[in-house]
Structures are given as structure tokens and as C-alpha cells.
């Protein structure tokens, strides 16, 4: 089992079933993900996009379950809720946009370390 | 104030329909035949034809050649006949013809005995008037018409009366009791002394009347004829008493052989429908007893199977499993049999795929037939409709019967399953290469609790395998049939009435019940699954179970719809949320295409949403079951494993 600050692997290991390799996949799957979806929620919520929001949350839900981080998941799950909204309250939603960013980025940084 | 008393239809009487009377009179004195004939034309009351007649003979051919006469006037002393002798001629040849005798003067007892003998009345000759004769005429018919009427019922009712006179030792009996005792009323007569003698049948009579406890009472009685035939009777008797306290003694005897047969037909009637009722719920309530807790031996040695044991610990399991597992079968059986005889089996009639199901049973029994080294036909034919009407789980024992049975029996060669399809009907043909089935043996295999036994093995079973299926075919409307050779094998032949559904209507829905678990369930399998990482996960998952098992990987509607239209795939794993459309709408497509490689491919749904077992949305538009994610691996091989086409072809 392999802990670190932001990411907790306990869910890949058991997707990976032990195999190295596909943890690497996995690793590297993640940090592409998280790589390629960087801003798009913000650019969804303020363009008021909120089907496709909606979409995007469920699909990071998917994304976010590997990483293992509680309040990363959760910050996504709350972005879901205000997407079903209509975008739910604007000041609430930026502090959950901020803290969806800013994990992700710490999580990338980690899998960087891991990968390198 | 008193009513009037309201008049009621009055009867014409019989010689009042007559427009002429029509009369034979035998006398051979002429002159007063003449006499005779004039006092009948002065007739106030009717008009009459009369034909004289001289002599008994002529008579007689009078009588032979005149069926329409109303009265014969007999004069008792005839050139050929005399007294008595010449009335009973007459009633002898003609017992319904109406008599009147016409006696001489110094011979009245003579016309009272006639009158006794069965003449309707008498009258002295010289000493009555035209009046006289017309109402003794009349009175003579009626009354005539009315024993005539009173015989007939007798007859139809099987009851004759009679009459006892003690005091003036006499006895009367009818015809009809007569017939009744299959005695001849004119050859066999009983007079009251045949009656006093033990011997004689009817003496009962008199040990009846004498014994009345109360003025009447009837009594059953058993009497053997002649023949020696037995019949049974009803007598009944009654005290009537004259004005001198004299006792006469009246009755009737009234065959009710027929009745009793009624009776104790019905009564064994009865006895049987309760006998079978007591014996099918005692049958129903021990083997439910029974299966109660079999089915925790089932349980208990399944869980037990999963513990850890050594390798002797497992025989030993393996072998209650086993047992158990026959146990209940045979519990089940009996328990179906219960539910046909007792016509409480209630079919349905849903939409299912015939050649799915026959391939399932098909790919449950394989193991058994490879393991004999037998080979395993299948022949369908094409034009077999895609869906049809009937009670699928029902075929499938009957075809899991047939097909098990030969299979069982065969011990090289091999067996084989054809599926053809008639006009109103289709049948299911299962023939083997076995020993065959002895010509007198072909009814009785049919018959509960019958077993063939093979020359090599000895058999399980109850022996209630084909009295059940034919039971099952016959209430499905259908017919089994069998044809078979000794030394050549077997065929046995279901017909069954083929009822089509509206392929429109309903969507296919790939029916698959049976898995058995082979090495690799698959050969392709589609996943449609967007996201990256599940992509990678499923892949991994699937490959450390089954290396050579190929997955091809849609990551999108368009591309779905690409490989389901180029290749085939044995199973299809459909996430949910898709970028472009969804599951439930791709799949709904997919089976609206008849035309479609993969239209009959088995389709899972892959979500997080607990709650789609709860909601049938997933089965509507085509799906056969569901994997949750986050996926459990177990759960995902046995579900493969089990809704895969290529373990059910």
C-alpha cells in the first residue's frame, strides 16, 4: 500500500489486481486526465454550460476515484450537484472550482514525482 | 260465501275421438248376430261398423287382418272353442284387444270368471238394450286405454303391482311383474298356492304380509332369475282392511337393478376421486416437508464447500452435494407429478427465443455427453420465428428430459436434436444411437414410476421423467411420440402448437438461463466504456482471467455502432453515459436491427447506479443484466460467463 500526501492508490492497487504494469498505465492514465481536463469546469461553469458540466463531473467522478483524494472527489461531487442546479451559488462555486484546481495540481505533481 | 268450484278441462272420452266405432263380433248363431248388429246401428251414441265373425278362427283372421277394431263381442261357445278357452285364445293372440263376452243367461258366472280372465266386461245375451250396449261398449275402451296406459308405465317404470287375498286365496299379479321376475305372465302364472310353497320365490310374499309392522313397508330384496342373472328389487306391501276386517294385502315390486349400479358406480366414483385427493395431498405435503430441509443440505454443503478442507474432506462434500442435489430432483418430480395430476399446474404464455432455449439446454447437457464420448447434433432450421409464444421454462425440462434421457441410455455414438417448423405447429426431434426401447415397453415408459434399465448401468431416478413430460406436452396442447429399433436407437418426436409473436412489438431480449463455466467464455468481446481508465482497468481485469480472451474497446457511440455492424461479438459490456448518446438508447437501436450480426448479442449495462436493479429500463431496451462499478471482478466473470453466446450455442 502506497500513501502519499495527496494521492491514496488503495483503489488503483485493487483495479490493478497487483499487476505493475497496469499500475503504470493506470499512473500515467491519471496524470493525463487530470492534465487534459485542467480549467474546463471553470470554463463550463461560467459559460453556464451546465449539461455539459454536468457530463464533465461525472466522467472526473470516474477520473477522481483513482486518485484516492476525499476532498478532490468530494469537490467534484458538490460541482455536480450545483451543475444539476443550474450552477447553485456563484461565491460557493468559485470556492469549489479553486479547490477542485488546486488539488488537481497537487496530484499531478505527485504522479510527476512517481513517474519520473 | 263458498267459491264456485272452477272447472277444470274435461277429457273427451276415447270412443267420443272416434268417428265410428269399429266391432268384430264372434257368435256363429246368425240370426242373432243379426240381432247383435241392429242393436249396434240403433247405437245413440256412436256409429258402428260391424264385422261379423262365425267361428274362433275366423275371427282370429279378422283379428290378424283388422288392427284397427275398438271391440270384439265374443260369444264364449263357438263351434271350435269353448268357454274360458275361447276368450284366452283370443287375449293370448291378441292380449290388447278390448273384449266384451257375451254369455247366455244361465251362464253369468261364466262372464264374471271371463271378466277375471281379462275381459273388459260381460253381457248376457237376450237381456240388454242398445243403450246397455252402447255405454258397456264405451266403458270397455276407456277402460281398456287405461289398463293399456297403467301397463305401459308399468313397463317404462319396471314396476309391477299385485294383489293378495288370504281369506279367499287369491292372488293377482301384473305383466310387469312378471317380466320382472323373467317368468311369462300367460305360461307362468302364480296362483296363491304356488305362493304357500318355501320353495317358490314369491313366497316372500306372504312372509312380508304377515309380518307388516306397520300398514305398509317396503323392503329391498336381491332375487336370481332363472338365467341366474341377479336383480334387485323393491317390494312394497299394504294392509288394507275390507268392511268385514278381512285383510287384503296390496303392493307393488319395482326393479332397481339399474338404480343400484347407478349408485354403486357413484358411490366407487367418489371413493376414487377421494382416494386420489388424499393420496395427492399427502404426496404434496411430505415432499414439501421433504424439500424444506433438503434444501438447507443444499445450502449448508454449498457453504461448506467454500470453506478450507483437505482434499478427502472435499470427496466427502462433493459426494453430499451431489446426492443432495439428485434428492431434491427426485422431490421435485414427485411434486410435479402431484401438480399435473392434480391439474392445479398452471402454464404461462410469454414471448421467448426457441433457438436459445433449445441451445441452452443444449449447452447444459454437453458436459454429460462428452464426458460418454458421444457427439452432441444440433439441427435447427432456419425459417424458426424468432420469438414465440409458450411456457418457456416447461419446454426446457421437457427438452432437458428427452435430450437427458437419451444421452443417459446411449453409451456410443451419438444423439441429436432437430427443430423444425410446420404450419400451425413445430417439432422438436431427439434421436440417439442407443439400444433401443423393446416394443412392448414403448406405452410403459410412459406410465409413472417405469424405468428402463441399461444392460451396463444402473439408473437414477424416480422413473417420472417422461410421465412428465408427457403430462407437460399434453397440457401445452401438444403430442410425444416415439419411434425406435432395437439395437438401431431411438426418436422421440414433440409437436408442439406454434404460436407466433409480433416481432414488432416486443424487443429481443437474448434469453440465456444456462451456464455452464468453460474455459473461456468468450472469443470477442465489445466493451463500450469512454472513459480511459476503466478502459484499462476492464482490459486488465478481463486478461489475468481469460489471456485469450479478445476485447475490442468502443470509446464511443459512432464507434459502438462501427464494430457491432463489422464484427462479431460473443458479449457486450454498454457503460451507461456515453459522450455522444447512452447505453439504453444504442442498445434499443441495436436490437431494432434485425439485420444486425450482434442483434442477438447479449448486452450488460455497466454503471455506479445501484438503484438499475430496481428499475426494469435496463431489460426494455434489450439489456440482459448489469455490472456495478466500481466493478467486483467476480461478479464480472460469472456474469460473463453466464450471459455469453458462445457458452450457449
Not at chain 2, 367418489?270 to 404426496?283: D, K, P, S, Y
Not at chain 2, 486478461?543 to 457486450?572: M, T, Y
Request: proline share 4%; charged share 25%; net charge negative.
Amino acid at each position: 500500500m502506497i500513501k502519499h500526501k495527496s494521492l491514496d492508490l488503495r483503489y488503483m492497487e485493487t483495479m490493478a489486481a497487483g499487476d505493475q504494469e497496469t499500475m503504470n498505465a493506470l499512473l500515467t492514465s491519471l496524470r493525463q486526465e487530470l492534465s487534459n481536463n485542467r480549467g474546463v469546469a471553470r470554463r463550463l461553469y461560467q459559460n453556464a454550460q451546465w449539461s455539459e458540466l454536468e457530463r464533465f463531473c461525472h466522467h472526473f467522478k470516474s477520473t477522481l476515484s483513482f486518485s484516492g483524494n476525499t476532498q478532490l472527489i468530494n469537490a467534484n461531487l458538490q460541482l455536480w450537484d450545483m451543475a444539476k442546479n443550474s450552477g447553485g451559488n456563484t461565491a460557493m462555486a468559485d470556492t469549489v472550482l479553486r479547490e477542485l484546481e488546486q488539488r488537481c495540481q497537487a496530484v499531478v505533481r505527485e504522479l510527476n514525482q512517481m513517474l519520473k | 260465501m263458498r267459491k264456485a268450484p272452477v272447472q277444470g278441462p274435461v277429457r273427451s272420452t276415447l270412443a267420443a275421438q272416434r268417428s265410428v266405432v269399429r266391432v268384430l263380433l264372434i257368435e256363429d248363431d246368425s240370426s242373432y248376430a243379426d240381432l247383435v248388429k241392429i242393436l249396434l246401428s240403433a247405437n245413440p251414441e256412436q256409429e258402428c261398423e260391424v264385422t261379423v265373425a262365425s267361428t274362433l278362427a275366423e275371427g282370429l283372421r279378422s283379428l290378424e287382418q283388422r288392427l284397427d277394431l275398438d271391440a270384439v263381442l265374443l260369444d264364449l261357445s263357438l263351434p271350435d272353442s269353448t268357454g274360458l278357452d275361447t276368450l284366452l285364445a283370443v287375449l293370448g293372440a291378441f292380449p290388447t284387444i278390448n273384449v266384451i263376452v257375451l254369455t247366455g243367461s244361465d251362464d253369468q258366472e261364466q262372464g264374471i270368471l271371463a271378466v277375471g280372465a281379462g275381459a273388459q266386461d260381460y253381457l248376457v245375451k237376450g237381456e240388454f238394450e242398445p243403450n246397455q250396449l252402447a255405454r258397456v261398449l264405451r266403458f270397455s275402451m276407456e277402460r281398456k286405454q287405461i289398463l293399456m296406459r297403467l301397463e305401459e308405465a308399468q313397463r317404462i317404470a319396471k314396476i309391477g303391482n299385485w294383489e293378495l287375498r288370504p281369506e279367499e286365496s287369491y292372488f293377482f299379479a301384473s305383466p310387469q311383474l312378471y317380466e320382472t321376475l323373467g317368468l311369462d305372465a300367460a305360461r307362468d302364472q302364480i296362483s296363491y298356492g304356488d305362493l304357500l310353497e318355501e320353495e317358490h320365490p314369491l313366497h316372500i310374499l306372504l312372509q312380508h304380509t304377515q309380518n307388516l309392522e306397520d300398514d305398509e313397508e317396503g323392503d329391498s330384496l336381491e332375487f336370481v332369475l332363472n338365467d341366474g342373472s341377479k336383480r334387485h328389487l323393491l317390494l312394497t306391501s299394504k294392509r288394507l282392511e275390507q268392511k268385514d276386517g278381512v285383510p287384503v294385502y296390496i303392493g307393488t315390486l319395482q326393479d332397481t337393478t339399474l338404480q343400484r349400479k347407478a349408485e354403486e358406480l357413484q358411490r366407487a366414483q367418489e371413493l376414487a376421486e377421494e382416494t386420489a385427493r388424499v393420496r395427492e395431498q399427502v404426496i404434496a405435503t411430505v415432499s414439501h416437508e421433504l424439500r424444506t430441509p433438503m434444501n438447507a443440505i443444499v445450502g449448508m454443503s454449498h457453504l461448506l464447500a467454500e470453506t478450507q478442507m483437505d482434499e478427502e474432506q472435499g470427496q466427502y462434500v462433493t459426494a453430499v452435494q451431489e446426492a443432495s442435489q439428485l434428492l431434491l430432483g427426485i422431490i421435485n418430480d414427485i411434486l410435479l407429478t402431484s401438480s399435473l395430476q392434480n391439474d392445479a399446474l398452471q402454464l404461462e404464455e410469454a414471448p421467448f427465443d426457441l433457438t436459445l432455449t433449445v441451445r441452452g439446454i443444449i449447452a447444459m447437457l454437453r458436459p454429460k455427453a462428452e464426458a460418454k464420448g458421444l457427439q452432441l447434433l444440433l439441427d435447427i432450421q432456419p425459417s424458426i420465428p424468432g420469438r414465440i409464444l409458450g411456457d418457456k421454462q416447461r419446454i426446457s425440462q421437457v427438452l432437458y428430459n428427452v435430450i437427458g434421457n437419451a444421452i443417459k441410455f446411449t453409451d456410443e455414438g451419438e444423439v441429436g436434436i432437430q427443430v423444425t417448423v410446420l404450419e400451425e405447429t413445430y417439432s422438436l426431434k431427439v434421436w440417439d444411437t442407443g439400444p433401443g426401447i423393446p416394443p412392448e415397453k414403448q406405452q410403459e415408459i410412459f406410465q409413472p414410476f417405469s424405468r428402463l434399465e441399461s444392460s451396463a448401468t444402473k439408473q437414477e431416478g424416480t422413473g417420472l421423467g417422461l410421465n412428465i413430460t408427457q403430462a407437460l406436452v399434453q397440457r401445452m396442447g401438444g403430442e410425444i411420440g416415439l419411434a425406435s429399433t432395437l439395437g438401431q436407437g431411438s426418436e422421440f418426436e414433440i409437436v408442439l402448437p406454434l404460436k407466433i409473436v409480433d416481432q414488432s412489438q416486443v424487443p429481443i431480449v437474448p434469453e440465456v438461463d444456462y451456464s455452464p463455466v468453460s474455459e473461456v467464455p468468450a472469443d470477442r468481446i465489445l466493451l463500450v466504456e469512454d472513459h480511459k481508465m476503466n478502459q484499462i482497468v476492464l482490459k486488465q481485469t478481463l486478461a489475468k482471467k481469460w489471456p485469450d480472451l479478445q476485447v475490442r474497446i468502443a470509446s464511443n457511440g459512432a464507434e459502438a455502432k462501427q464494430l457491432l455492424s463489422q464484427e462479431d461479438f460473443d458479449v457486450v459490456l454498454m457503460d451507461i453515459q456515453l459522450p455522444d448518446t447512452d447505453g439504453f438508447t444504442l442498445t434499443q437501436e441495436l436490437r431494432s436491427q434485425p439485420d444486425n450480426r450482434n442483434v442477438n448479442t447479449p448486452v450488460l449495462a455497466m454503471t455506479a447506479q445501484a438503484q438499475v436493479a430496481n428499475d426494469d429500463r435496463y431489460l426494455e431496451v434489450g439489456m440482459v443484466d448489469f455490472v456495478l462499478k466500481p466493478f467486483n471482478p467476480e461478479e464480472l466473470y460469472q456474469k460473463l460467463t453466464q450471459h455469453s453466446l458462445k457458452n450457449n450455442t
